[in-house]
Nanobody, 120 residues
Framework: QVQLVESGGGLVQAGGSLRLSCAAS?????VGWYRQAPGKQRELVAA???????NYADSVKGRFTISRDNAKNTVYLQMNSLKPEDTAVYYC?????????????????WGQGTQVTVSS
């Protein structure tokens, strides 16, 4: 198992920046940042593989940057040029592989989320 803790959320004005962190208690594989606004479905914002391949939602491409520090078991989401429509709870989801002499299995885990509010 793994514990994931998101941090870095807060209240900012439109055009401002925030840097979110997802700290894991152990090594993690592919990671996705998701967000969910009230009354809306949870959506994928950005993803990064264990090898550093990047994917972004069209709505954030060019403004957000996902990165990772494997030595710290931490993934970041740098959010620039924030807009009111970016307001949501942001969640980290990480794939973890557990191996033993009998083989390996993998599954995803969710963090508790961190609130991002962008005022106009």
């Amino acid at each position: 198992q793994v514990q994931l803790v998101e941090s870095g959320g807060g209240l900012v004005q439109a055009g401002g920046s925030l840097r979110l962190s997802c700290a894991a208690s152990r090594s993690i594989n592919a990671v996705g940042w998701y967000r969910q606004a009230p009354g809306k479905q949870r959506e994928l914002v950005a993803a990064i593989t264990s090898g550093g391949r990047l994917n972004y939602a069209d709505s954030v491409k060019g403004r957000f940057t996902i990165s990772r520090d494997n030595a710290k078991n931490t993934v970041y989401l740098q959010m620039n040029s924030l807009k009111p429509e970016d307001t949501a709870v942001y969640y980290c989801n990480a794939d973890v592989t557990d191996c033993s002499a009998y083989g390996c299995s993998s599954r995803g885990y969710w963090g508790q989320g961190t609130q991002v509010t962008v005022s106009s």
